[in-house]
């Protein structure tokens, strides 16, 4: 790879700054205060313009984001992970070598520290005025142009490390996400559930319908799979006495990738004793309470083209009303649920009836399901692992939550009765594939049904798609820090982060 002519200047930059005696890669740098509790004090404090605050000395570090040399004084905008900040750097308040280094040597990206003396410019803007500088470490790879951030899609997720300095609406989305998280998090806790950690390697894949990626340990000569669903050990934790438990867990799906699906992504699954599925709705709600009121904005929020209202109670909706009414088929109806199938064009011949009712109804009623809804009591065959409808086996006793048309969750009153589970597995191993299903028989989780599993309410929801519902991310690659993508070399990429560059460099 041919280094461009920015990367060798800055390579000898490198080198001049050895000959000072300065460690261009700097070292430990306490103190540090953040740029956006410095900016709250300086306001706070009432600086006039063309004056300094004596008694708000501070040390900052951060990434150069903009470099103004004039003459005997210079300004930077330094960025850190708070805010941007003004820095002006004066010949007769450093020492000769720290404004050689501000006036000479930086290069915007590089990283610095400064000691300083808070202050107004004489136009008013907050400035912290340097008395030292402290060189952190050098950046040897352009930034894009500081014009516009890092814009191509493809690049801003291979490069995310550039993507997060340089367009700081990207790095707040995922402070959002933390605290989406963290909300949930204490929500579940004060309700009394366990968080716990299952297995990741899992010798029987299963709580799912979808492809496995699969491993082999040599030690023990077996193959594994990267679990697709923490469900059946989670239960297996209620049949040993745990009857409030969650976790937040790595999934793997060997599939598709889209705007709503990523192979590795976030899943959120608890399990309540004694509960159903009308408990999973209370909490569903209960959590987006949380998690909206810790990150603010309030209830009615913008998602792409829609104004969404998270406001509870959400409507429940029996699925089968939504099918007749966006459909015009009464889900009993086999025939005519065939023939809309056959109108849109959907392969029906030789498919089971409960996937084709399914797959009209999502053709149908999905993109009709815009504001948070629960959908309740879905096809029997379609949920091996729900129990069924007293009145009615035909009925699982199921719902998913849609918002924006999206399914964000999805949640059942668990079966623990171990000879229709039992039956269930036969079934699903012996027919087609359903919307949940075991690949092997799993012959220790029907043992634990046997030792007894209480009753119980389950759910499972996609943290993602929460994250990209309430941060108006249109596409889940957003949301998560480091989507999967097709290999590219280092060398494209660094010529295309070159292309977008364009900076104007210091001398």
């Known amino acids: 790879m041919s280094e461009s002519q920015q990367v060798q200047d800055r390579r000898a930059k490198l080198e001049k700054i050895r000959e000072l005696g300065v460690d261009p890669y700097g070292s430990r740098f306490p103190e540090v205060r953040s740029m956006a509790e410095l900016r709250k004090a300086g306001e706070a404090a009432g600086i006039q313009p063309g004056h300094h605050a004596e008694h708000l000395k501070a040390r900052v570090a951060g990434r150069v984001m903009l470099h103004r040399p004039c003459g005997k004084l210079i300004f930077m905008t330094l960025r850190d992970a708070s805010a941007d900040l003004q820095i002006g750097v004066s010949k007769a308040a450093v020492s000769d070598r720290d404004f050689q280094i501000a006036a000479k040597l930086l290069n915007l990206g590089d990283i610095i520290g400064i000691d300083g003396i808070l202050g107004k410019t004489k136009t008013g803007e907050l400035t912290l005025w340097a008395t030292s500088v402290t060189f952190l470490c050098k950046a040897l790879q352009p930034p894009p142009a500081k014009w516009h951030g890092l814009k191509d899609i493809d690049l801003r997720y291979r490069r995310r490390y550039v993507d997060l300095f340089t367009n700081p609406g990207v790095r707040e989305t995922f402070k959002q996400r933390s605290l989406i998280i963290d909300a949930i998090r204490r929500c579940l806790v004060d309700q009394g559930f366990f968080e716990v950690e299952t297995p990741v390697l899992q010798p029987i894949y299963g709580g799912a319908a979808a492809r496995p990626f699969t491993t082999h340990h040599n030690t023990l000569d077996m193959n594994l799979f990267l679990r697709i669903s923490p469900e059946l050990y989670l239960k297996r934790l209620l049949v040993g006495g745990i009857e409030r438990v969650f976790e937040f867990s790595r999934v793997f799906r060997n599939e598709g990738i889209d705007t709503q699906h990523n192979p590795e992504f976030t899943l959120l699954e608890l399990y309540q004793a004694y509960g159903d599925y009308n408990d999973m709705m209370d909490i569903t709600e209960m959590m987006f309470v949380a998690a909206i009121e810790r990150i603010g904005g309030g209830f009615t929020r913008k998602f792409g083209e829609y104004q969404i209202d998270f406001t509870p109670p959400w409507p429940r909706r029996k699925y089968a009303d939504l099918l007749r009414e966006h459909a015009g ?150 949301v998560i820090l480091f989507p999967l993508q097709r290999p590219r070399s280092v060398a494209d990429d660094t010529a295309e982060l070159d292309e977008q560059g364009g900076i104007i460099e210091p001398k």
């Open 329 to 478: 088929v009464d889900m009993h109806d086999i025939a005519a649920v065939r023939r809309k199938a056959g109108e849109l064009g959907l392969e029906h011949k030789g498919v089971a009836d409960a996937i084709v009712i399914n797959e009209v109804f999502e053709a149908c009623a999905e993109p009709k399901l815009i504001q948070p809804t629960f959908v309740l009591d879905y096809p029997a065959p379609l949920c091996p692992l729900t129990r069924r409808k007293p009145d009615d086996p035909n009925i699982a006793l199921r719902f998913e939550a849609y918002v924006a048309c999206c399914e964000i969750a999805n949640a059942y009153t668990e079966l623990n009765d171990p000879g229709v589970q039992e039956e269930n597995f036969r079934r699903t191993l012996e027919g087609e594939k359903r919307d949940e299903t075991m690949a092997v028989m799993d012959e220790d989780f029907l043992l634990a049904l046997k030792v007894g599993m209480p009753p119980a309410g389950g759910l499972g929801i996609g943290i993602d798609r929460v994250v990209m519902m309430l941060t108006d991310s249109t596409s889940i690659r957003d």
